[in-house]
C-alpha cells in the first residue's frame, strides 16, 4: 500500500476505523475484528484508529491486545475528551489539563503500550481555553508517552489556536462525497499550516456502499436508526445522491465504497481516510480502493453529482458538541 504524509507522520493511505467493532454499529465479533486488523496489517495498512470512548474503554482493549507482538507495524491513533462512564453513561467534554494527563495514562495501560503515535482531543472542550488542553497534550510528548497531536472536529480558529502552543500533526473530521463543508472552512488552514487530514466516516457512515436504502436495515442498538440523515424525506434525497454514486462506479467497474474512497484519496496527499469495518471481507472491498483510478472528467463528475451541501439532515441529532 502507499504512505500518505501527516504532518511529520508517514501513514498508509487508508487507516482502518476500529469504533464499529466494539459499539455503535450493532454486534460485533472479537475474533472476526481481531482478524480483520490483521488482516489490514498484513496488506501494508498502518493506521488504526481508536479512542478511549469506544465500548466505552473496550475498544483500545481490543485493538491493543490485537497489535500485541506487532507494535512496530501500527501507526496507533487514539482519543481523549468524550468522558464516560464504565456503565457507558455519557459525563461530558473534557478539555480540562489533569484529564487530560489521566486520560492518556489510561489508554496506555488498556492498549498495553509505552507511546500513543497519534493522541487526538477526540471534542473540543469549549469551557476550557484550547491553550490550555494543548498545553498538557505537549506535556505528554515532552514526557515520551505520546508522539504526534491531533484534534478532532476543531474548527479553524480553534486549529491556529492549538497549533500556536504545539505543533498539530492532523485534524480529524468527518468528510465524504456526503459531508464536504470541511473544504471551505477548513481544508486552507491546513493547508498553510502543514496539517494533514484523517477524513472519518468516509463512506457516510456505510450510505456510500449504497447497501443501506432504509433505517429499518440497521440493528435495535445501531445509533444511525436515529441519524437525520436516514429518516424520512432526508434519505428519500439521499438516496438520489447515492444511486448517482452507484450509476457511476457501475461505469468505472468498481463498487460505489470504493468509487468514494478513491475520490477521498484523490483530494489530495496529505488526506488518509480511515474507512471502519469489522470484516476481513468489507475491509478487503476497501483496501480495492486504492487500485481505482480516477480522471479528471471523473472527478468533474462527481462533484457535479455530490456538491457540498446536497446531502439532507444534520450530520449528528445534536450538533453542540461540534466546535463550528
Known amino acids: 500500500m502507499e504512505n500518505r504524509t501527516l ?97 492518556c495514562d489510561a489508554s496506555l495501560r488498556r492498549l498495553g503500550v509505552d507511546h500513543i503515535d497519534l ?11 484550547i491553550e490550555d488542553t494543548v498545553g498538557a497534550m505537549a506535556g505528554l510528548v515532552e514526557a515520551g508517552k505520546v508522539r504526534h497531536l491531533g484534534l478532532s472536529e476543531a474548527s479553524a480558529e480553534t486549529i491556529r489556536r492549538a497549533h500556536a502552543v504545539h505543533p498539530i500533526t492532523a485534524l480529524q473530521t468527518e468528510y465524504s462525497l456526503w459531508e464536504r463543508e470541511p473544504e471551505t472552512k477548513v481544508f486552507p488552514v491546513l493547508e498553510e499550516l502543514g496539517i494533514g487530514f484523517v477524513p472519518y466516516s468516509p463512506l457516510g457512515r456505510g ?45 468505472k467497474q468498481c463498487t460505489p465504497a470504493q468509487l468514494a474512497l478513491a475520490w477521498l484519496l484523490a483530494q489530495g496527499r496529505h488526506i488518509a481516510p480511515i474507512p471502519g469495518t469489522k470484516r476481513r471481507e468489507r475491509l478487503a472491498e476497501n483496501l480495492g480502493a486504492v487500485g481505482v483510478e480516477l480522471t479528471a472528467e471523473d472527478l468533474q463528475l462527481l462533484d457535479e453529482l455530490a456538491p ?14 461540534i466546535d463550528t
Request: proline share 3%.
Open 7 to 103: 504532518g511529520s507522520l508517514t501513514v498508509s493511505a487508508l487507516g482502518l476505523g476500529c469504533m464499529g467493532m466494539s459499539e455503535f454499529y450493532g454486534t460485533g465479533d472479537e475474533q472476526e475484528s481481531i482478524a480483520t486488523i490483521h488482516a489490514f496489517l498484513d496488506a501494508g495498512g498502518t493506521l488504526l484508529d481508536t479512542a478511549d470512548m469506544y465500548g466505552p474503554f473496550t475498544n483500545e482493549k481490543l485493538v491493543g491486545g490485537a497489535i500485541a507482538g506487532r507494535r512496530s507495524d501500527v501507526v496507533l491513533a487514539t482519543k481523549f475528551g468524550n468522558e464516560r462512564r464504565e456503565d457507558g453513561s455519557w459525563v461530558g467534554i473534557n478539555g480540562h489539563p489533569d484529564y487530560v494527563r489521566a486520560a
Open 119 to 129: 493522541y487526538y482531543q477526540h471534542r473540543v472542550d469549549k469551557t476550557v481555553p
Open 207 to 251: 450510505f456510500l456502499t449504497g447497501q443501506i436504502r432504509s433505517a429499518d436495515d440497521f440493528a435495535a442498538d445501531d445509533f444511525r436508526r436515529h441519524s437525520p440523515r436516514f429518516q424520512g424525506e432526508n434519505l428519500a434525497r439521499n438516496l438520489q445522491l447515492v444511486d448517482r454514486v452507484k450509476e457511476l462506479a457501475g461505469q
Open 308 to 321: 457540498a451541501g446536497a446531502t439532507a439532515g444534520a450530520r449528528y441529532p445534536n450538533m453542540a458538541t
